[in-house]
């Protein structure tokens, strides 16, 4: 009888773990080696520099941002407060105003952890050289960033002005949604500059004052959307243009 009572309470704290914790899509990114950085486009900005070849094992990323929907679950589960939306509505729009803390958090609650600056590109190009993974040029029937701006002598578009939710717009060629546009994403690491050297899964500097991110965000020029644009974010300050997404570690 006391092993079917310990066997029925396993049971149900199992169940309770599953339904507690969100369900993350992911999409399996093949080893290979790339070039990584600006490809010398004049005018792109310098941060990018210089190219440099990188080798990366293979992994899984997952196939949307992290959204409302899922991060709630976490604070529901963990006593956090929930973070603003700014006014937008939560579900399936990705989550914002978290700290790079924050997501690390949810990344190690779901069994994950951010992705590398090497992993997030390599990624986000998916086998292209192009400066967007869509090709020389990117629109806002693409993606979402602020139209306005657009990518050097190429059309303006829309400002939508807010994020939408993931998977508004066609994946590239690995099936990974929004990786231009919606929201920039944290990187695991410290942002610095580039080796000249050949590197095989680079991690970037143990030390620093602020993370990386990448992808470009609802209120930036379609230039900083880039495949190998980089940006950086103080890691302590939640804003209403960051958000992240997964790397398995499964």
């Given amino acids: 009888m006391k092993r079917v009572i310990v066997l029925s309470v396993l049971f149900v704290s ?10 993350i899509e992911w999409v399996s990114i093949p080893a290979g080696s790339f070039y990584m950085g600006n490809p010398g486009i004049k005018g792109d900005s310098y941060k990018d520099a210089p190219r440099h070849q990188v080798t990366l094992s ?12 899922q991060y709630d679950l976490f604070c ?16 399936n729009r990705p989550v914002i105003f978290i700290t790079w803390d924050d997501a690390v958090a949810f990344a190690r609650w779901v069994g994950a952890r951010l992705p590398t600056e090497a992993e997030w ?3 986000c190009k998916a086998g292209t050289s192009t400066p967007f993974n869509t090709g020389s040029n990117l629109t806002t029937e693409q993606a979402n ?22 998977g508004s717009f066609e994946p590239n060629a690995w099936g990974l949604y929004d990786m231009h546009g919606n929201v920039r994403e944290y990187c695991s690491d410290w942002y610095g500059t580039y080796s000249t050297s ?5 991690k970037g500097p143990s030390t620093g004052a602020l993370r990386v991110t990448r992808g470009g965000s609802w ?5 900083h959307c ?25």
């Fill in 14 to 23: 199992i169940n309770l773990f599953a339904q507690t914790r969100p369900t």
């Fill in 58 to 69: 293979a992994f899984k990323m997952s196939k949307y941002e992290v959204t409302f929907n």
């Fill in 76 to 91: 529901d589960a963990t006593g956090r407060k929930k973070p603003n939306d700014h006014g937008w509505g939560r579900g």
């Fill in 121 to 123: 590109e390599y990624a």
């Fill in 145 to 166: 960033y602020n139209g306005t701006l657009p990518y050097k002598e190429n059309a303006a578009g829309e400002n939508r002005k807010k994020t939408l939710p993931v």
């Fill in 198 to 202: 050949p590197q095989t899964n680079p």
């Fill in 219 to 223: 209120d930036w020029p379609a230039g």
């Fill in 226 to 250: 880039r495949s190998a644009y980089r940006s950086m974010d103080n890691p302590i300050t939640p804003v209403h243009c960051v958000g992240f997404r997964l790397v398995s570690i499964k």
